[in-house]
Structure formats: C-alpha cells, structure tokens
C-alpha cells in the first residue's frame, strides 16, 4: 500500500538559510500534518491542512510557513533557519478524522 | 506538563519475558492510537482504540482503553528483539484533529 512520501530525507543547512520540506500524502487522503521531533522528545503538532486550507496551527515558529496544493501535496517552508530548528519533520496524512499514517521524516540539521 | 503520561519512561527485558506500558491523561480522550517508532524514522500505526474498556489483540500485542477513555494500556507478551523500539501513546484531543503524544517508553529487549 502506498505511504506518506517525504523529499528530501536529510537536509544540512547553515544558519539564516532557508528549507522547503515536501510531503506526499496517501492517496485520497484530504488532511496533512506536519510534527517536529527534537532529540529526545515526542512530536509535537506544527500545523495541519484540510482540503487544502489551514485547519489548525500548533507550535509553529513564524519563520515558518506552509501550503497544501491543488494535487494535496503540502510544502513546508522554513526561513532564517536556527541551530534549534535541527530536528526531525514529519509529516502525516488522514482521510478526514480517521488515523493518522507517518511519513519517514525529513533530518533537518542546521550548523 | 504531558497531557499523556506514559510509564514507564525506559524498559529492558530480556527476550520471553511479558511487559506493559501504560498511557494515562486526567482528560477524556475520542480515541487513542498506539505507534512504534525506530530511530531516525516515522512512528507507525499499531492500533487504535475507541470505545472505553476496548480491547484490541495484535498477534502478541494486547491494548486496553480505559472505560473513562482516560487511559490506556499496551501488553506485549513473550517479547522478541524485534520488539525493540520507542512507544508513542497519541491522541486528539478536545476537538482537535492534531495528534497530542505521550512522552514515549523506550523499550530494549535482549536476546
């Protein structure tokens, strides 16, 4: 069965940089979450699209922002990027209020 | 403080011995969902739990949901290394769709 797809796996950025994390859902499914996971912690909700508009919105710095597409793909953009920033992303998909499926995740390492 | 407290928070067993960890909130969940997760990769689906005092068998793995939908409770018996991995109790909660976790037990098992 097909599963949330995430590009890339690892991601090595310097300080102030900028990344954009991508996120494929399991088809037919409406709804994307983004997490961060920092070393040692459980993830914690970043922000979530439904039917291509934001539904809610965690702990999500405002350096950082995202989208869901027409296709219902969903990009996370991060901006002047921090040493704190270094963590795991993941994104997960669901089909309206159903459970939620993991991605692999996206190793965001900043220098 | 964690809305899901999960105990307890390191196990090492060795190989055939039975464990249970245990995911318990003061607050009234819709359902919970119990995830695996390997290091350096995405927590994936176990179970899901629903009705309060359900129980849902997988292959060795028992979960429990408490009759107030308080808590829960996953049961491994005659654990095997390949059990090795770090447990995620989640949910939603209040009418939230984002998943809030439990701060995971890690969980060794020795050959």
């Known amino acids: 069965a097909a599963g949330v797809i995430q590009s890339p796996r690892h991601l090595i950025k310097e300080k102030r940089e900028t990344a954009t994390l991508k996120c494929y859902p399991i088809?037919?499914?409406?709804?994307v979450y983004w997490y961060q996971q920092g070393p040692g912690q459980d993830p914690q909700f970043l922000i979530s699209?439904?039917?291509?508009?934001?539904?809610d919105k965690g702990s999500i710095p405002d350096r950082f922002s995202a989208q869901q597409f027409s296709d219902y793909h969903s990009e996370l953009n991060m901006s002047s990027l921090e040493l704190g920033d270094s963590a795991l992303y993941f994104c997960a998909s669901s089909l309206g209020w159903a459970e939620q499926f993991f991605g692999p995740g996206t190793r965001l390492t900043v220098l | 403080t964690q809305l899901l407290e999960q105990s307890p928070q390191f196990l090492s067993i060795q190989e055939g011995e039975n464990l249970t960890v245990y995911c318990n909130s003061s607050s009234v969940f819709s359902s919970l969902q119990w995830y695996r997760q390997e290091p350096g990769e995405g927590p994936v689906l176990l179970v899901t739990v629903v009705t309060g005092g359900e129980v849902k068998k997988l292959k060795r793995l028992t979960f429990q949901f408490g009759d107030a939908r308080k808590d829960s409770s996953l049961h491994i018996t005659a654990a095997q290394p390949g059990d090795t991995g770090l447990y995620l109790c989640a949910g939603p909660w209040s009418s939230a769709r984002q998943l809030t976790f439990g701060s995971g037990t890690q969980l060794t098992v020795l050959p």
């Open positions: 699209f439904y039917e291509k508009m934001q539904s």
């Open positions: 088809p037919r499914h409406d709804t």
